[in-house]
């Protein structure tokens, strides 16, 4: 064994101790949590609201441990694969020691504000935490010179952050959009943005050719995946080279038939799997998901579209809104309540496949022959345009029985077809927050090393050097956490940290892209500057497809807290 | 002496010992850097550049070290000002230590990241800001609890944070322009914005006709200030009450004159203050700053545009970027160099009054009848609206004689001018953030007691509370930090705190507008909802009148390492 390999193992060895040091008190909080959060022997939500600071906490430190153990994995996987043994570490090496460094020293500033109420002692936390051994590493890893060493090395490489690792399969669907990103999509973006107009037929065509709204249809359905397993890994990678593209006029266009393929393939009849997943697999429908409400937000179990048994299928009335691509959709996925007793809460819902012609403008009103009216207005917003997304307004609107997803056997079960379709959701957003940080972190280096101030370029100070080192490893990291969170889904686990990964990855990005703006000084706020829109494309990333506070209280911490040690 | 203002002089006590310990730490860190960026017994910019990273964080933190210090002499102001001797501490006792606590803690995290580079030991470190004392506080201080009852608190109050303290014309003052702002300038904001016109009579008349751009003017000049002292807090309540309404369409109005005037007051002849300053105080000539150049932002003294001397006068030629407010401004007030020698750097540089002709739309010509030309063109940006900034090219742009600043006195001076222009436009970015935070937190705690999710108002979860409760604290931290500043100015002093001052209620009107929005779930993504355009508004407050790079680097840590005590 070389020295250097040695000197790699060492630092390898240190993160580990320190993740670990980190995973033990966060394993004592969630104990903790779990002693006070339960009631007659099972976890109670209710309960948990009471500790909504610690749980949310206890969740974004997890996920941020997460990210970080994911990453030393992948740094350990690319010295096996390129079998360096030069005297430096790797780049993703770098990379990863110094996230570690951060992740820990985040979790450790949040756990101290308030140990009592995280349920550790001062003593247990600094034993753990403010260990000699912990405390050396990340002041090593954390130290100036350090950071603006690793800073000076990403910007020789143009925004590059270390391997993606990819097999062959999945690295030719990489350049295949990558290129469609460059060519098609970022000359149209600026406008589509300033003028908020919907995806010209430009991009709709060429995504639609390459077979992207089929990645998450089986073979025998006409998509792109195996019969066998899911292939996650590819809607992640086209998600995340469409992102880099646009979020709002590219990346975003696989959330919807991901959402409705999943749905479909967890919730349909064979009938309506053979009936729908092709023509979706190639884009013959386009599609839209009308489940939030204007009053109701994420409270899925509070809706009140109603749909009324009539003769030969049902009548839809009522109001949904943020039903993204709704104009443009020939297939609504609209969830409603078959039964109107409200105490039934979710039990009450069922999910429909309603018909509808497609819209380019920014309203339209459909009338059925029947009488029943469909009409929407597209609700405008700071970023994330070129999909629009609508308030909807249904009126009588009737959708014959067979579009009943699941047929009668699905009646009151729209609530468990909507989580299985929202879980791809998550790790596509995660997907489309990584592409949209590669592309501002790629302009934030070039304008870096362009822009001279006092006479040399920005890239040149400490401070620019620094920015740029964090924005690499946040960036690495959340991909490669994105990447085997995908891996994760496709053995058919992974849905809680599918949630973890779209909540780390989500405030990331708009961290992110707030530097990169920075960076750019007073150009970044010009609507030229294309940085400008990532970020306020950036920002609906926290809200969409699982708030935060969502995600952290209602997805992640309770699963943590359920699976903690008794204590 | 009750036993309440025991507990209360005990719990300040505590907090003044722990800001002391703080101060202490900061003071070493200052000391060392000292050591460190000496040359020849000078303090060396050059050498400040070596360690940015610490610069930069040593300026920050001192910053909310100043800001916790003003905050609890505010609340102690308050206690006698209303000779409160209930049981409980008052609301503003409350924000202040809450706030002193959530300074320290981000203060000793900085630092604990890196305390090496910062030349402190982790044995001081650890002795003087995990004593058990400052930790008792802090613990105390940042219990979940206890920051949860505050945000119940402060939620009752519809979005006031505490007394103003103001004296009875600030107060009358503030009546006047609160009521402006509701009644013509809201109702006026999301058109403007959404559409982006220009600023339109109805808010700019009004803003004249109570002599808001006479603020900063003394009497004898046609001005509001008094002629003995400046009254920077009339400008600082003004600009907070518009800015309200919107910064962009109102709050930002006074920027300019503020800036001028003051240039004016510093530099000009007896003739020019004359000519210009009573036109200026009653509105009946608009004004502009054309200083920044496309490729020299705050690079001052390496700016380009050149004034050639012709008879009578001088022609200009070259381009300016930002210049806010250009098209509608009747005058410019224009850097340019009148030496060629670029070696001479800002020393070669003045300053001249540009007369144009005011134009309404995004973009102008104006030609002169010598044949001097000038051209604008506004730059679209995401938000800060209302005011349109200009790209400018003079091309032969003909100025005379009289109009340059200080007259021929004044040549080789615009640089100084020109600071002395722009120290005034920091207390009053300042004001701008505060303003812009007071509604964004109004809206957010209204929005959060109307919303139900989960079948009760979002005020009524813990995380929210939270979320509330560091807003309240931090924008009334922000906005008697501002107030304190100002003050400090209307005696000559404080041009470093206001670089401070601009620093920190910059930065925390980024994440203040950004915490507001995600309270709003999806609906404050939407145009509709005016925090999406606090948000996009606030972005600008840390990039203009001094990014927070700059005045962390080149104003605050230079100045603070100056006066640190010698090693």
């Known amino acids: 064994m070389s020295e250097h390999s040695h000197q790699v193992k060492e630092l390898m060895g240190q993160a580990e101790h320190a993740l670990d040091a980190v995973q033990a008190i966060l394993d004592s909080v969630l104990a903790n949590l779990k002693s006070r959060t339960q009631k007659g022997g099972q976890v109670s939500a209710a309960k948990i609201d009471d500790y909504q600071l610690i749980a949310y906490d206890a969740a974004l430190s997890s996920a941020e441990a997460s990210a970080a153990r994911f990453m030393l994995d992948y740094a350990t996987k690319v010295r096996v694969e390129t079998g360096n043994t030069s005297k430096t570490l790797n780049l993703e090496d770098s990379l990863a020691l110094f996230f570690c460094a951060e992740a820990i020293h985040s979790i450790r ?229 078959t039964n109107p007793d409200l105490s039934l809460g979710h039990r009450g819902l069922s999910m429909f496949l309603a018909e509808k012609p497609t819209y380019d403008g920014h309203a339209f009103e459909y009338k059925q022959e ?33 579009n009943l997803l699941g047929g009668p056997e699905g009646l009151g079960k729209g609530f468990y077809f909507t989580m299985a379709g929202f879980s791809g959701g998550r790790i596509q957003t995660a997907a489309r927050a990584i592409g949209l940080m590669q592309v501002a972190f790629e302009r934030a280096v070039s304008y870096a090393k362009d822009r001279l101030v006092f006479g040399k370029p920005i890239a040149d100070y400490q401070l620019t050097q620094v920015k740029l080192a964090r924005m690499a490893a946040y960036l690495a990291a959340s991909r490669q956490f994105t990447y085997a969170v995908g891996r994760l889904m496709d053995t058919g686990k992974g849905d809680m940290e599918a949630s973890m990964v779209k909540l780390f990855t989500c405030k990331t990005a708009e961290w992110l892209t707030r530097e990169a703006l920075q960076i750019h000084g007073g150009m970044g706020y010009a609507e030229e500057t294309p940085v400008s829109r990532y970020f306020v494309d950036a920002r609906v990333l926290s809200i969409f497809e699982g708030a935060e506070e969502t995600l952290a209280l209602k997805v992640i911490a309770p699963a943590l807290v359920k699976n903690a040690r008794d204590n």
């Open 109 to 337: 500033a949040r756990l101290s504000a308030r140990p009592d109420d995280f349920g550790i002692s001062q003593t247990e936390l600094t034993a753990k935490l403010e260990s000699e051994s912990v405390r050396g590493f990340c002041n090593s890893q954390l130290a100036t010179q350090n950071i603006a060493a690793l800073g000076k090395a990403v910007c020789e490489l143009n925004g590059q952050v270390g391997a993606y690792l990819l097999d062959d399969h999945h690295q030719m669907m990489q350049d295949t959009f990558r290129r469609v990103a460059n060519e098609v999509v970022m000359p149209l973006a600026k406008e589509i943005h300033q003028k908020d107009l919907i995806i010209p037929d430009a991009i709709l065509e060429q995504v639609k050719e390459l077979g992207c709204f089929g990645l998450s249809i089986p073979e025998r359905f006409g998509g792109l995946q195996s019969d066998e397993q899911e292939d996650n890994m590819g809607m992640i990678v086209v998600t995340e080279e469409l992102s880099r593209g646009s979020l709002g006029a590219a990346g975003s266009l696989i959330t919807r038939p991901e959402i409705l393929s999943r749905a479909l393939l967890k919730g349909g009849t064979e009938e309506q799997k053979q009936q729908w997943l092709p023509k979706l697999a190639v884009g013959e429908i386009l599609c839209a998901v009308a489940v939030t409400e204007p009053n109701y937000g994420s409270d899925v179990a509070a809706m009140r579209l109603k749909a009324t048994k009539t003769e030969g299928g049902w009548l839809l009335n009522g109001a949904k809104t943020w039903c993204t691509f709704g104009g443009k959709a020939g297939v609504l996925l609209v969830l409603a309540r």
């Open 370 to 402: 029947g009488g029943g009216k469909l009409s929407g207005k597209a609700i405008a917003t700071i970023g994330y345009r070129g999909m629009h997304s609508f308030e909807m307004f249904f009126d009588n609107f009737f959708v014959p029985d067979e």
